[in-house]
């Protein structure tokens, strides 16, 4: 961490602006070197970028100085503005790296340095990396909350509660020595103890719904061959994803279109019509959309009269499609035409109600696998702790210590090397 780092941190040229940032010890040094001069703290400042080795303007633009401690990375951060041409970048790019000191950041280098100057818990850097993957709405406010330490706070304010308990019971285990035991610290140690057990649970039943969110909701389209459902998938991504053809049996593979229904992020299902076949290219279609559809968010059946779901898709959505062709619609189906676009706007509100249903609301506070493993912990060591211990009530804080630990690894306050490798592999350079 003694190395200064740098990186192009906006997208990829060409573009208006190119951001590249610079963080470390010899910034400011970069800064000078290539403006001759720097703006005060946090002010930008307009002028010529040189090259330190020639001489020669390289691009006219913005410097920012933030002095460490009191910037992202917690380290002397310089920024500049360029014009965002390839050439440009480039030559500034080169620029720096023959300077002394200077080296090109690696993926979320920046981040973790604001990890380690304590800028940023594990909990706010996932929530950070998942506000840059973000392709929602939901996504992103679930995503904002977690990186603004929504999840984190919440953790905090939990830790200090139990280390209340623990002090209550270190209480209770002194006095019993004594012989006297007030049994109202015990009662009130259960009582606080207890609390936190609810307010855990009630968090992680709400994880589901975020881990869902961060994924996006899958919504398998099934049905018989030639039920339309190429056909409809197109309608709704807005364009050609799928073959359409008069032959069933057209779709053999399962295939995936991204859009947003209600302000999540949803995965849609194209999956081979569900028919016998000896064709072994379509058999194997056939396995995976079962498979695909069985675990899927929502399922669209189509068929194009009416023809039941099997058992596994009672739950389905039943639409009847090619309504163009005449015949009956039952009552609990959604009649649809892909042809003339009839009942396709009734589906895709029914489709965004479902939507908002399963990952709609306030951003959920766990939203990841891990947060949720280190969670479930947690609840398990206070619910042990909540158990009769026949009097050693020692043992009783020990799983409150446990329990502590647990929150902990939450947020990053314990081991935590591994975790960050991979959260930090998934963030792009410059972050
Ligand atoms: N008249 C009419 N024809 C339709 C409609 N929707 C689809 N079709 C036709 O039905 C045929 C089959 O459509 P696809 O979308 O390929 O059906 P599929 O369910 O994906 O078929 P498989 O891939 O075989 O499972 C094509 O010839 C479409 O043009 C509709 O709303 N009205």
Redesign the pocket.
């Given at each position: 961490m003694s190395d200064t780092i740098f990186a192009l941190s906006s997208g990829r040229p060409p573009a208006g602006v190119a951001v590249v940032r610079i963080s470390g010890p010899r910034a400011q040094a970069a800064g000078l070197a290539l403006a001759g001069v720097l703006p005060p703290p946090r002010l930008a400042r307009y002028g010529a970028l040189m090259d330190p080795a020639s001489g020669e303007v390289l691009d006219r633009g913005l410097l920012l100085f933030f002095p460490g401690p009191a910037s992202a990375t917690g380290e002397d951060v310089v920024e500049l503005h360029l014009h965002g041409g390839r050439a440009v970048v480039t030559a500034v790019l080169r620029a720096l790296s023959g300077l002394p000191g200077l080296k090109p950041a690696e993926a979320g280098a920046f981040t973790r340095r604001a990890h380690a100057h304590g800028k940023l818990d594990l909990a706010e850097v996932e929530g950070l990396a998942d506000l840059v993957a973000a392709e929602s709405e939901a996504q992103r406010r679930q995503a904002l909350a977690i990186a603004s330490g929504a999840l984190s706070r919440r953790v905090e304010g939990w830790r200090e509660g139990l280390i209340g308990a623990l002090a209550l019971l270190e209480a209770t285990i002194d006095f019993s020595d004594e012989g006297d035991v007030p049994g109202d610290l015990a009662a009130q140690a259960a009582g606080v103890i207890g609390g936190l057990r609810s307010d855990l649970l009630s968090a992680l039943a709400d994880a589901a719904r975020g881990e869902r969110v961060r994924d996006g909701l899958v919504v398998a389209i099934a049905?018989?061959?030639?039920?339309?459902?190429?056909?409809?998938?197109?309608r709704l991504a807005g364009r050609e994803a799928?073959?359409?053809?008069?032959?069933?049996?057209?779709?053999r593979d399962v295939l995936e279109v991204h859009l947003e229904l209600a302000g999540q992020a949803v995965t849609l299902l194209?999956t081979?019509?569900l028919r016998e076949t000896t064709d072994m290219v379509e058999a194997e279609g056939v396995r995976r959309a079962r498979a695909r559809a069985e675990g899927a968010d929502l399922v669209l059946w189509?068929s194009e009269d009416a023809a039941p779901p099997p058992a596994v898709f009672s739950n389905a959505i039943k639409v009847r499609?090619?309504?163009?062709?005449g015949g009956a619609c039952p009552a609990d189906w959604l009649g649809?035409?892909?042809?003339?676009g009839a009942g396709i706007e009734g589906l895709v509100s029914h489709l965004e109600r479902r939507a908002g249903e399963i990952g709609g609301g306030e951003p959920a506070l766990v939203t990841r696998e891990r947060q949720r493993l280190a969670l479930e912990s947690a609840t398990a060591h206070l619910e042990r702790a909540l158990g009769d211990f026949g009097g050693r009530e020692e043992l009783r804080a020990e799983e409150v210590r446990l329990a502590v630990r647990s929150l902990d690894q939450t947020i990053g306050r314990v081991d935590v090397d591994q975790v960050l490798d991979a959260v930090f592999s998934t963030f792009c350079i410059g972050k």
């Open positions: 049905g018989p061959p030639n039920a339309g459902k190429s056909t409809l998938l197109n799928a073959i359409v053809s008069p032959l069933p049996g057209t779709t194209d081979a019509g189509l499609t090619k309504t163009d062709q649809i035409s892909a042809a003339t």
